[in-house]
């Protein structure tokens, strides 16, 4: 008598279906999985939210969710562009499937040394990573949200004393031809803002970033533009969209500008 494992099963999900239509997505949604992030100093250790999908076609009936999961668990190197770019060829080779897409969101973590005691500590930020096949292209997006701080230029000049500041996120969402650091993607936005952020500060630090960010007024239009020069005079990037959000100190309701396009060279 076979053993209960041995016993062959019917595959469902490969029957055909009479009703014709075709599935743009289908996959899993929301997968809680570690992994290790390429970094400058080696990779850093996340717990990521997962989502993989395929186009189911027409006259299948469905697809093999599980197998969504062995190839995820199969990444043998720390996710960056290269790895997610095979990582995606894989999962289309196991389910057999011409388009699909990978999206992986996760907490990344740069030690920094605070700008006058030195200070150690993790600051933390959010990142996205994408890759896609469609129409036989291949795309792979790399997204970074980074806290920072922005004092108001206009604030500055009208008044006799002060000015209002505020935390802004910076977003960067690059389409990217060669592997870049999420280190570099952050001190890009880093660069543009009044001033960046640090998870401990003592007081002579407080004095430098209170200083800093009054002596470098930005408006989000500021913000926005200065990133988008740096973004394309970089030959890593081969198109952009940068996002400033300002969470206004003195309104109840954010600023925001946002400014998408192409390295001038890219294509």
């Not at 997610?84 to 196991?94: G, K, P, S, V």
């Not at 280190?183 to 660069?191: G, K, L, P, S």
């Not at 990133?227 to 198109?239: E, G, Q, S, Y």
Request: with cysteine; charged share 25%.
């Amino acid at each position: 008598m076979n053993a209960p494992e041995h016993v062959p099963l019917p595959d469902v999900q490969s029957a055909v279906d009479a009703r014709n239509i075709a599935i743009n997505r289908v996959g899993v949604k929301g997968l809680r999985y570690p992994l290790l992030v390429a970094s400058q100093t080696g990779a850093v250790s996340t717990v990521a939210l997962v989502d993989m999908f395929v186009a189911l076609p027409a006259e299948r009936k469905g697809t093999h969710m599980s197998r969504f999961i062995q190839v995820l668990q199969q990444l043998g190197k720390p996710l960056g562009r290269e790895s997610l770019r095979d990582l995606l060829t894989e999962m289309l080779r196991q389910l057999d499937a011409s388009e699909g897409s990978i999206r992986v969101q996760c907490p990344f973590f740069i030690s920094k040394v605070a700008p006058v005691s030195g200070v150690q500590s993790l600051m933390d930020y959010e990142v996205v990573f994408e890759a896609s096949q469609s129409n036989g292209r291949l795309q792979v997006r790399q997204k970074v949200v980074v806290p920072v701080t922005s004092l108001c230029p206009c604030s500055k000049e009208i008044s006799d004393y002060g000015a209002h500041n505020q935390r802004s996120h910076v977003s960067i969402d690059l389409e990217l031809g060669a592997d870049m650091p999420i280190e570099a993607q952050v001190r890009i936005a880093e660069d543009a803002a009044s001033c960046e952020l640090w998870s401990v500060l003592k007081r002579s630090d407080e004095k430098y970033v209170t200083e800093r960010a009054y002596d470098n007024p930005k408006f989000v239009e500021d913000t926005v533009r200065d990133i988008a020069i740096a973004l394309r005079r970089d030959p890593r990037v081969l198109a952009f969209r940068v996002e400033s959000e300002n969470f206004e100190a003195i309104h109840n309701h954010s600023a925001y500008a946002l400014i998408e396009g192409e390295r001038r060279d890219a294509r």
